[in-house]
DNA sequence: TATTGTTATACTCTATAACTATA
DNA sequence: TATAGTTATAGAGTATAACAATA
């Protein structure tokens, strides 16, 4: 509970037309400036990730959404279907075109699990691998920007290791 | 260019059913766990804080979009609509009905600018006014939970410090 | 009866093109 | 001719309910 609000100054009336400065008249607030917003800012923020993403994945036609599944599957295949799109924070019902598209490009499958055969499996193909060999090289190129951008390793440590507060 | 990447040992071949662990030969990434990608933790972090967000506001009936506006109206009145929405990095297209909504409820207002008669001057209602101070309360409960799950104003700066390096 | 995957559906956000009125 | 605001529309992303197959 150490949040401080900001009060303004007054300052005198703008006459008519478009004001460009601070207008006291409608200046009721105690709100320090969007930029100082921690919401405001990790939004603007992942967004422009997210936008250098889709630049340098254009070209392998992969979105972030594809792009963590085909590395969840990668990093421990034949978990069940549900197990993947919860631990992405996917409900399983939308989970089900996002595969369907993978399936469709031959990079990942389903299998019938023997031990409970409601359930599905899922694995890389071989193509599969080889393309998420290629996206892993892409990602390294993707990553490396960013951890300039930040100014070095030891900075996007530091990064993950707030945001990780985030949760709960 | 300080990036490194992982070179996993390989194990063996696990067997048919729905292996748990790492089966070798469908690893074949050298890719870290999504957990350690700064554009995934980014993502994250950035809807748990949302998610806070909308259940604080949910009795006001505010999403972020309409704090925002409503933030950036107060701090500086008589700016027009297309500036508004530019800054927000939200389309003017679909500024339209955002900004309908918020005149409807009676909590801001487009005048036409005498300067020049094609733009649109926005400015808070006298209730819109009232309704930005009710509203910068419930934003201090937000935020000084997400500084308390920080660690301390001195973490926010640090995280938003961080944040700012992400953009260009 | 409960769970897994699926379909259908709706609602929000976002992106683009084209229109209007003004400049 | 260009710009501000608007409309219409289409595409993602996300949420819920209901169903079939299986447990």
Do not use: C
Not at 3 to 14: E, F, H, Q
Not at 21 to 49: C, F, H, N, W
Not at 77 to 96: H, M, T
């Amino acid at each position: 509970m150490t949040t401080r609000t900001v009060i303004r100054p007054l300052a005198g009336k703008s006459p008519g037309g478009i004001d460009r400065k601070r207008a006291s008249t409608e200046q009721s607030a105690t709100l320090p400036p969007l930029d100082k917003m921690i919401g405001y800012k990790l939004r603007r923020a992942q967004l422009a990730v997210f936008q250098d993403f889709l630049t340098v994945f254009s070209k392998m036609r992969l979105r972030p959404a594809e792009f963590s599944v085909l590395a969840l599957i990668a990093e421990t295949p034949g978990r069940k279907q549900s197990e993947i799109a919860e631990r992405l924070g996917i409900k399983r019902a939308n989970f089900v075109a996002l595969m369907d598209g993978l399936e469709r490009r031959g990079l990942a499958e389903r299998r019938k699990a023997e031990s409970d055969r409601r359930s599905h499996s899922l694995h890389l193909t071989p193509e599969g691998r080889r393309f998420v060999h290629k996206m892993s090289a892409l990602w390294g190129k993707h990553e490396s920007r960013l951890i300039e951008r930040l100014g070095g390793p030891e900075e996007k440590d530091r990064l993950l290791e707030l945001l990780d507060r985030m949760f709960d």
